[in-house]
Nanobody, 119 residues
Framework: QVQLVESGGDLVQAGGSLRLSCAAS????????MHWYRQAPGKQRELVAV???????GYADSVKGRFTISRDNAKNTVFLQMNSLQPEDTGVYYC?????????????WGQGTQVTVSS
């Protein structure tokens, strides 16, 4: 059974840092690009960062220079290091595994982890 489990969400002050983790089970991790999305209250879910199986990365303009996505293929885990956090970074952060970096439908989703940034 495929399972993605996020962790690391917390309440943090503006300017602080958090590191999110997403552990994948099954055989999906090494065959899929890994994505981080977030959804703020009252807003649509948006793509934050993505990393291919080979390590190529992509970021939303709003997080470039502040967030870093990485993956540990030996541990089937993807990370999102978030620095210089701002209140607008608040939301539920979701992990997704999909065949390509550009895949917009399908794949597998985690349940999400809450990130709250106070001003």
């Amino acid at each position: 059974q495929v399972q993605l489990v996020e962790s690391g969400g917390d309440l943090v002050q503006a300017g602080g840092s958090l590191r999110l983790s997403c552990a994948a089970s099954g055989s999906i991790f090494n065959r899929n690009a890994m994505h981080w999305y977030r959804q703020a209250p009252g807003k649509q879910r948006e793509l934050v960062a993505v990393i291919s199986t080979g390590g190529t990365t992509g970021y939303a303009d709003s997080v470039k220079g502040r967030f870093t996505i990485s993956r540990d293929n030996a541990k089937n885990t993807v990370f999102l290091q978030m620095n210089s956090l701002q209140p607008e970074d608040t939301g539920v952060y979701y992990c997704r595994a999909a065949p390509t970096m550009g895949a917009v439908i399908g794949g597998y989703w985690g349940q999400g982890t809450q990130v709250t940034v106070s001003s």
